[in-house]
Each structure stands twice: as C-alpha cells, then as structure tokens.
C-alpha cells in the first residue's frame, strides 16, 4: 500500500528540519563567552561575536570541505574551506596558536613584520617564503588575493582608520575575525585555541594543549590562594599624556589577582581601560608595592628620565617594577604577545615569581623582567 501525499509530506519535511539543525554543540568553551561552535551533517557552523567594544556584529563561518557542494546557510556567512591549507594572519596574536598546533607551515603571509618575534617567521621572511601584506595600515590587498588564501584571520579595533579586515572582505576573500583580546579571563583568551584548532582541523590537539595550560593555571593559582600577605600592584604608563589603567573586572585584573596581588583598582567595575591622569594613578598607586608593565620602559633610568614624578611611586623608589619585555627583540616583536597570548598559565608562573618570589625560587621569568 503505496503512503499518501500528507505521510510523504511529513517525513520529507521532518527530514528537512533534521538535516538543518545541529548534531550538537561540538565544542565546548568553559571559559571563552564570545565564539560557539556548531555541528550539522553538511558543515561545521562558528559563531564569533564581541570583537571590539560596543560591537553588535555577530561573525558565522561555515567550514565546508573544498569537494563538498555549499548547503543553504544564513545570510552573511563566510565560506571557510576545508582543509585550510594557506593561512595569511593580520596580527602577531596568532602566532602563538598556530605554533602551538604544530601549523607555521600553512603561513603563506603575515603583517607588521617588525612586531614579529618568532625566529622561524622571521627567517622565513628573510628568505621570502612569506609574502608581508601589510605594514601599519597600508595593506596590499593585490598581494593577499595573489596568494589564494584558504583562511585569513583577523582582529578588529572598532576604529576604522586601523582595521583592515573590511577591504578584504570587500575582496571577497574567507576573512576570520577573533575577539579573543576581548575576552576578561586569561584562560578564556588562551581557549580560543579550540577556534583556531576547528579552523585549522587540530581540535583535537587544540582541547589536548588547552588542558594543559588551564591544569597549569588552576595549580599555580592555587599555591598562592590562601597566603595571607598580598601586594598591592597597579600596572601601564601614561601614552600621549593619558594612562590608561585596567578595569577592576578586566584581563589584567583577574590575573593579578590569581597571581596573588591586589590590584589597586580591584574595586571598579569595568572590563576596559579607564583613562585617567598621572595625577589620579598616583593618588590610587603611590603607596602600591609592585608596579608592573610600564610601557616600552626597561630600565629605571628610562622610566624616571621620561618624567620625574614617576619616581615618586613607592614602588619605583624600592625598585619593585617588573616590565614583561624580556623577550623583545631589535624591531620591537614581543613573544608575550605571541606565545604568552595562549600560554596563560606561563604569565602566571612569571606573575606569581614578582609577587611571591619564595614560592617560584625555582622558577626564572619567562616574559618578565626586573627593571634595573
């Protein structure tokens, strides 16, 4: 007996449906609020949001493999296939989750080449092995299209004159936005490797690394939970005449206070940086114990020379300023901002050693040091 329309319509319909709903969450983020990653029998479906402050933008991009048709998907989603082979990055943060999942070699082309610390990129950028597509704001948007890259990946400031990421989005080409800088947790920022590893199809190695580094973490902040003596710190330097403190509930924050600290602006509420005076930091810090990542300061005579007031901090009068700049190299790169972007749990070891020294005796700084 042959089904009647309405029993074919039904089950063609409930087939539908099915096919167009997620498997399941694939991935879980503990920490990390602003990206999700979806399932469905046809492609993987990633959602990015928050990339800069005051965004409402919200970033979908389908991975779909490179022999695979393209299945009906929202309006606006970026087309990411797979496997990604060429990889062109925007800024150095991604540096040090590529080198972590084992993947440099996909790099086909960077920008800002003397912010880059990493030895093998820079050698092969001597070599010409990789293409330099941009430096500062001029970007070379030819240049990125003639090497047909898979994936580019890239952050956004919220300030138009800087970011690059909507010419080559006008290009047509497969643009991946971060905001894990905007995430308000150290080990939210370091899980966003779990993004990184579904685009690049490390995830497994991705979650593998990740549970290191949150272990690490959780350890070390737990041999300093309970002490009962906690420095006070406060941390920046004034730039064009405004010093921009972390928020009491911001990246910085949090870490000070898993290291072991009390931060100065403990009390305030914001995620962001709070422009503010020289005059009103010292109010707030003068007394403070530890100062730490003053500028591009390294060395006391450079920090009190810039402006004498500076000395006037107690914490600069017992020279107990810590700059995290011991791995900068001649043209400025700084593997804080490359390995130690994931490797939450190293900061924290470093952080830990300035305020704690006699529970990290047997540790050395990995990105600090002691300004002399």
């Known amino acids: 007996m042959l089904p009647n329309f309405h029993t074919v319509h039904l089950a063609l319909l409930c087939a ?30 990633i959602s990015v949001k928050n990339i800069h402050r005051g965004s409402g933008e919200r970033f979908q991009y389908a991975l779909i493999p490179k022999d695979q048709a393209v299945p009906n998907l929202p309006k606006g989603t970026t087309i990411v296939r797979t496997p990604v082979e060429r990889v062109v990055i925007m800024t150095t943060t991604f540096i ?22 990493h030895p093998v990129i820079r050698k092969r950028m001597e ?29 956004s400031s919220g300030e138009s004159a800087f970011d ?27 899980e966003w490797i779990k993004y990184i590893g579904a685009l690049l199809g490390k995830e497994k190695l991705a979650h593998r690394v990740f549970e290191e580094i949150a272990g690490n973490y959780e350890r070390l902040k737990g041999l300093v939970a309970e002490l009962p003596d906690k420095p006070t710190v406060f941390c920046g330097a004034p730039y064009a005449g405004t010093w921009y403190v972390p928020g009491g509930k911001s990246y910085m924050a949090t870490a000070i206070h898993d290291a072991g600290g009390t931060y100065a602006w403990s009390d305030d509420a914001t995620t962001g940086g709070i422009p503010l005076d020289l005059e ?23 920090l009190v020379s810039a402006d004498r007031r500076f000395g006037k901090f107690k914490a600069a009068e017992n020279k107990n300023v810590f700059n995290n700049s011991s791995q900068i190299t001649e043209s400025g790169g700084n593997n804080f901002w490359e390995r130690g972007t994931v490797r939450a749990d190293e900061v924290l070891s470093d952080l830990i050693k300035i305020f704690h020294p006699e529970v990290m005796a047997d540790t050395s700084f990995q990105y600090y040091e002691h300004l002399k």
């Open 127 to 155: 070599t010409k092995d990789l293409t330099v597509v941009s430096n500062g704001q001029n970007l070379n948007v030819e240049d990125v299209i003639l090497l047909q890259p898979d994936l580019i990946l890239a952050t």
């Open 164 to 190: 690059v990421h909507p010419q080559l989005q006008r290009a047509g080409l497969p643009v991946a936005m971060s905001s894990a800088w905007m995430e308000q947790h150290p080990l939210a920022r370091a």
């Open 16 to 45: 539908i449906l099915a096919w167009a709903q997620p498997l399941v969450a694939s991935t879980e983020f503990g920490h990390a609020e602003n990206v999700q990653i979806e399932d469905y029998p046809t492609h993987r479906l």
């Open 96 to 117: 040090g989750f590529m080198d972590a999942l084992d993947t440099l070699d996909r790099l086909v082309g960077v920008s800002d080449k003397d912010l880059i610390s």
């Open 280 to 302: 009103r930091v010292f109010v707030r810090s003068a007394d403070a114990d530890i100062w730490i990542n003053p500028s591009w300061y390294r060395s006391m005579d450079q």
